[in-house]
């Protein structure tokens, strides 16, 4: 398996790769159109269109030519310092639980860390995201984009932090929700 940049040629693989991670997840977006995929599948191609992309940071894990797993951070704020926001983080179904996510979770936060970003956010399992070093952000003084959130939205700092406060928001698809 290796992780590398999305091309171009990706984008159809990415978008099945996606909806096939948030089918029947009970916590998906909904879709955009009745019965269509999975809402995360077609916010990964609003964020492709929106200022907030970032194609640095827009990776795919590949395994005999094909993607099975795909992890996205786009420009977010926090009031009006420029931070990342981290998601959809997907692996197909069957090939879940056998490292890839861990492997794209390290590979955008060193690529983020290399780009002089300060901070990610992210909305998650606290569980999980923990062992990548995300804290509740409330506990760096960074407020989620909704309260009701609590400690499921979390940050991750990286070198080029120096403290930040204030509301954090991401790139504008995400608000379509
Ligand atoms: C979340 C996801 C990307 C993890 O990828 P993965 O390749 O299965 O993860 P890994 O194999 O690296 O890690 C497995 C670990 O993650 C845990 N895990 C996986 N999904 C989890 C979830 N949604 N919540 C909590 N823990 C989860 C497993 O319990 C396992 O933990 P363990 O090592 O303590 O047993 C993948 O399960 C997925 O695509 N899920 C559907 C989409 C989704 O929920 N994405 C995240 C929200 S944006």
Known sequence: MIVRRERSDDVDAIHAVTAAAFRGVAHSAPPVVPGGDPGEATLVSWLRDDAGWIPELSLVAVEDDQVVGHVLATRAHVDDRPVLGLGPLSVLPHRQRAG????????????????????????????YYGRFGFVPARSVGVAAPVPAWGDNFQVRTLSRYEGL???????????RF
């Open 100 to 127: 890839l996510g861990t492997a794209l979770m390290h590979a955008v936060l060193g690529a983020a860390d290399a780009l002089g970003e300060p901070l990610v956010g992210l909305l998650g399992n606290p569980y």
């Open 165 to 175: 406060a204030g509301r954090f928001r991401y790139a504008e698809p995400f608000d």
